[in-house]
């Protein structure tokens, strides 16, 4: 077992562990550590805990210390930076006439490095640009190009859902999403119904598609035949979540409703497609 904190950097951000050391940290404390970029400032998400030392990258880097005040107006200063160097930046893009959108642009907590994240169609030469950036700011100048779901991530807003983005508020990494999740939950195709504000497919429909396999392996598939306690049916409905099925009985001349529990119960324990 080894001893560990969670950070995050950035608002609904990977968790990235590191040795607390000698201290010890709550959550929602700062503190300074040292990470491949440097020097940062990030927040504690996870308090100091025992976890298994396959499930970290060993060795972990120590926690310098705990944030003080000066660190914190460290940080503001840089945001308020960051604001003049995207305008400075934004301006360069248009003189250059480069095919590229900036989204958003990240000082570092040593100010050795500036990050400016940008989204573009495909490559965009960026050289000239960057060396005019250099001259300007007196430090180290890197351009990341980002994908939308990044790009969303970053700017936030509010999905069709009426909430606040999930990938802005508490996703820390984006799962692979897949149509096939949207025709097992029994959503409309329609692109314009399961995309998110990034044009891809929303996160959300992993959430609940765990559950959706594996009632969709408990219960029988539209149109087969099934036996019930009032004789053969064919399936014409289905409630995956509920469990409920819907069973037109030929002979009665009826849609019946059934729960998987209840058709367990009186007998009807495998639902078996009938000849």
């Known amino acids: 077992m080894v001893e560990v904190i969670g950070v995050r950097f950035k608002k609904a951000g990977k968790i990235y562990y590191f040795d607390p050391d000698q201290f010890k940290i709550v959550r929602d404390e700062y503190v300074i550590v040292e990470t491949a970029r440097g020097i ?21 880097k120590k926690v310098i210390r705990l944030a003080n005040t000066k660190d914190k107006l ?16 934004v301006d360069k893009i248009a003189e ?26 495909g490559r965009v030469d960026f050289r000239t640009l960057v060396k005019d950036l250099a001259a300007i700011f007196k430090t180290r100048i890197e351009l990341r190009q980002i994908g939308v ?7 936030g807003g509010i999905g069709p859902c009426g909430r606040m983005l ?26 314009a119904k399961i995309s998110g504000l990034c044009g891809r497919l929303m996160c959300c429909l992993k959430y609940e598609n765990d559950d959706y396999e ?17 004789g053969k049916g064919k399936v014409v409905g289905l409630n995956i979540l509920e469990r409920v099925i819907q069973v037109e ?9 059934y729960t998987l529990d ?3 119960d009186q007998g009807v324990v495998n639902l078996q497609t009938t000849e």
């Open 96 to 121: 250059h006439q480069l095919d590229m959108n900036l989204v958003d642009v990240e000082y570092t907590f040593d100010r050795n490095k500036v990050i400016f994240y940008f989204t573009a169609d």
């Open 262 to 264: 209840e058709l367990i």
């Open 166 to 191: 999930c990938c802005s508020t508490f996703l820390g990494d984006f799962e692979p999403v897949s149509i096939k999740m949207a025709k097992d939950q029994n959503l409309s195709l329609n692109p």
């Open 74 to 89: 460290t940080v503001t200063e840089n945001q308020e930076n960051a604001n003049k160097a995207y305008r400075v930046c």
């Open 214 to 230: 594996e009632a969709k392996k408990q219960l029988p598939d539209l149109g087969e035949s099934i036996e019930t306690p009032i």
């Open 149 to 155: 779901r990044d790009e969303a991530k970053l700017l």
């Open 40 to 60: 940062e400032f990030g927040k504690v998400v996870i308090a100091n805990k025992c976890v298994d030392e396959e499930d970290v990258v060993l060795p972990l």
């Open 249 to 257: 009985i030929p002979e009665k001349e009826r849609v019946v409703e």
